[in-house]
Protein backbone atom coordinates (compact mmCIF):
# COMPACT_ATOMS: atom_id res chain seq x y z
CA UNK A 1 0.00 0.00 0.00
CA UNK A 2 0.97 3.48 -1.28
CA UNK A 3 2.34 5.22 2.56
CA UNK A 4 3.19 8.12 1.37
CA UNK A 5 0.72 10.66 2.88
CA UNK A 6 -0.08 14.09 1.43
CA UNK A 7 1.28 17.00 3.93
CA UNK A 8 -0.73 19.55 5.50
CA UNK A 9 0.09 22.38 3.09
CA UNK A 10 -0.31 19.76 0.42
CA UNK A 11 -3.98 19.58 1.37
CA UNK A 12 -4.36 23.49 2.12
CA UNK A 13 -3.71 24.42 -1.26
CA UNK A 14 -5.93 21.86 -2.65
CA UNK A 15 -8.54 23.27 -0.39
CA UNK A 16 -7.45 26.19 -1.47
CA UNK A 17 -7.96 25.76 -5.87
CA UNK A 18 -11.56 23.91 -5.03
CA UNK A 19 -12.37 27.05 -3.16
CA UNK A 20 -11.78 28.58 -6.30
CA UNK A 21 -13.27 26.32 -8.69
CA UNK A 22 -16.58 26.03 -5.98
CA UNK A 23 -16.83 29.63 -6.21
CA UNK A 24 -16.49 30.20 -9.82
CA UNK A 25 -19.46 27.39 -10.06
CA UNK A 26 -21.59 29.17 -7.57
CA UNK A 27 -21.38 32.68 -8.56
CA UNK A 28 -22.26 31.31 -12.19
CA UNK A 29 -25.06 29.66 -10.43
CA UNK A 30 -26.48 32.63 -8.72
CA UNK A 31 -25.91 35.13 -11.04
CA UNK A 32 -28.87 34.50 -12.99
CA UNK A 33 -31.03 34.66 -9.49
CA UNK A 34 -29.29 37.83 -8.75
CA UNK A 35 -30.01 39.07 -12.08
CA UNK A 36 -33.77 38.51 -11.40
CA UNK A 37 -34.15 39.61 -7.70
CA UNK A 38 -32.39 43.12 -9.14
CA UNK A 39 -34.64 43.41 -11.36
CA UNK A 40 -38.18 42.48 -9.38
CA UNK A 41 -36.04 44.81 -6.12
CA UNK A 42 -35.35 47.62 -8.10
CA UNK A 43 -38.10 49.74 -9.01
CA UNK A 44 -39.74 48.87 -4.98
CA UNK A 45 -36.04 50.44 -4.22
CA UNK A 46 -36.83 53.26 -5.98
CA UNK A 47 -40.05 53.74 -3.97
CA UNK A 48 -38.73 53.20 -0.63
CA UNK A 49 -39.03 56.16 0.67
CA UNK A 50 -42.50 56.76 -0.29
CA UNK A 51 -43.03 53.35 1.91
CA UNK A 52 -43.89 52.92 4.69
CA UNK A 53 -41.85 50.57 7.58
CA UNK A 54 -44.26 47.69 7.20
CA UNK A 55 -43.83 47.62 3.35
CA UNK A 56 -40.19 47.88 3.18
CA UNK A 57 -39.95 45.31 6.13
CA UNK A 58 -42.01 43.35 3.35
CA UNK A 59 -39.52 43.68 0.95
CA UNK A 60 -36.61 41.91 3.31
CA UNK A 61 -38.89 38.40 3.39
CA UNK A 62 -38.32 37.58 -0.02
CA UNK A 63 -34.44 38.98 -0.26
CA UNK A 64 -33.70 37.03 3.05
CA UNK A 65 -35.74 33.73 1.36
CA UNK A 66 -33.43 33.94 -1.83
CA UNK A 67 -30.39 34.39 0.20
CA UNK A 68 -30.80 31.29 2.33
CA UNK A 69 -32.23 29.13 -0.45
CA UNK A 70 -28.89 30.42 -2.11
CA UNK A 71 -26.79 29.40 1.33
CA UNK A 72 -28.54 26.26 0.96
CA UNK A 73 -27.77 25.56 -2.21
CA UNK A 74 -24.25 26.17 -2.27
CA UNK A 75 -23.90 23.84 0.44
CA UNK A 76 -25.49 21.34 -1.30
CA UNK A 77 -22.99 21.69 -4.35
CA UNK A 78 -20.04 21.47 -2.03
CA UNK A 79 -21.29 18.79 -0.20
CA UNK A 80 -21.53 16.42 -4.03
CA UNK A 81 -18.43 18.12 -5.69
CA UNK A 82 -16.10 16.50 -2.73
CA UNK A 83 -18.19 13.47 -2.25
CA UNK A 84 -18.93 12.95 -6.19
CA UNK A 85 -15.10 13.63 -7.24
CA UNK A 86 -13.52 11.76 -4.42
CA UNK A 87 -15.66 8.67 -5.15
CA UNK A 88 -14.56 8.72 -8.92
CA UNK A 89 -12.18 6.61 -11.32
CA UNK A 90 -9.71 9.97 -10.40
CA UNK A 91 -10.27 9.73 -6.70
CA UNK A 92 -9.69 13.19 -6.37
CA UNK A 93 -11.44 16.80 -6.55
CA UNK A 94 -9.55 19.37 -9.07
CA UNK A 95 -7.68 21.10 -6.19
CA UNK A 96 -5.97 17.27 -5.32
CA UNK A 97 -6.02 16.12 -9.20
CA UNK A 98 -3.62 19.76 -9.82
CA UNK A 99 -1.40 18.03 -6.67
CA UNK A 100 -0.99 14.63 -7.64
CA UNK A 101 -3.26 13.93 -4.70
CA UNK A 102 -6.06 11.31 -4.30
CA UNK A 103 -8.43 9.77 -1.72
CA UNK A 104 -8.41 6.32 -0.63
CA UNK A 105 -9.46 4.08 2.32
CA UNK A 106 -7.12 3.11 4.79
CA UNK A 107 -6.36 0.58 2.93
CA UNK A 108 -5.50 2.33 -0.33
CA UNK A 109 -8.43 1.27 -2.35
CA UNK A 110 -10.78 3.17 -4.06
CA UNK A 111 -14.04 5.02 -1.69
CA UNK A 112 -17.09 4.42 -2.76
CA UNK A 113 -19.81 7.40 -2.85
CA UNK A 114 -21.40 7.10 0.56
CA UNK A 115 -18.05 6.69 2.33
CA UNK A 116 -17.51 10.03 -0.06
CA UNK A 117 -20.29 11.46 1.10
CA UNK A 118 -19.62 10.58 5.10
CA UNK A 119 -16.43 11.96 4.15
CA UNK A 120 -17.35 15.09 2.89
CA UNK A 121 -20.42 15.93 5.34
CA UNK A 122 -17.84 15.59 8.34
CA UNK A 123 -15.50 18.14 7.05
CA UNK A 124 -18.60 20.19 8.30
CA UNK A 125 -17.11 18.86 11.76
CA UNK A 126 -13.14 19.68 10.51
CA UNK A 127 -14.13 23.07 10.54
CA UNK A 128 -16.69 23.99 13.28
CA UNK A 129 -14.19 25.35 15.62
CA UNK A 130 -11.56 27.08 14.27
CA UNK A 131 -10.94 24.22 12.16
CA UNK A 132 -9.10 22.54 13.93
CA UNK A 133 -10.15 19.17 12.43
CA UNK A 134 -8.32 20.21 9.42
CA UNK A 135 -4.98 21.79 11.30
CA UNK A 136 -4.74 18.04 13.24
CA UNK A 137 -3.67 16.64 9.87
CA UNK A 138 -0.05 18.82 10.09
CA UNK A 139 0.13 16.56 13.38
CA UNK A 140 -1.00 12.93 13.26
CA UNK A 141 0.94 9.83 11.88
CA UNK A 142 -1.19 9.16 8.66
CA UNK A 143 -1.74 13.38 8.16
CA UNK A 144 -5.27 12.82 8.22
CA UNK A 145 -7.83 15.52 9.38
CA UNK A 146 -10.85 14.90 11.47
CA UNK A 147 -12.74 14.29 8.84
CA UNK A 148 -10.81 11.15 7.19
CA UNK A 149 -10.52 9.78 11.10
CA UNK A 150 -14.61 9.47 10.80
CA UNK A 151 -14.84 8.28 7.46
CA UNK A 152 -11.30 5.88 7.56
CA UNK A 153 -10.16 7.71 4.73
CA UNK A 154 -6.49 9.03 3.64
CA UNK A 155 -5.37 11.54 1.13
CA UNK A 156 -2.30 10.07 -1.09
CA UNK A 157 0.56 11.44 -2.75
CA UNK A 158 0.06 9.34 -6.23
Keep these: MNTNYAGFWQRFLAVLIDGLV ?3 IQWIAVMPFLGLLGLGVASDIQNLENMDESEAMGMMGPMMAMAGVAYIGFFIIQIFYFALMESSSKQATL ?3 VLGL ?12 TKGLVRSLCRILSGM ?10 FTEKKQALHDMIANTLVLKK
Design 95 to 97: GKM
Design 102 to 113: KVTDVDGNKIDF
Design 22 to 24: LGA
Design 129 to 138: IMCIGYLIAA
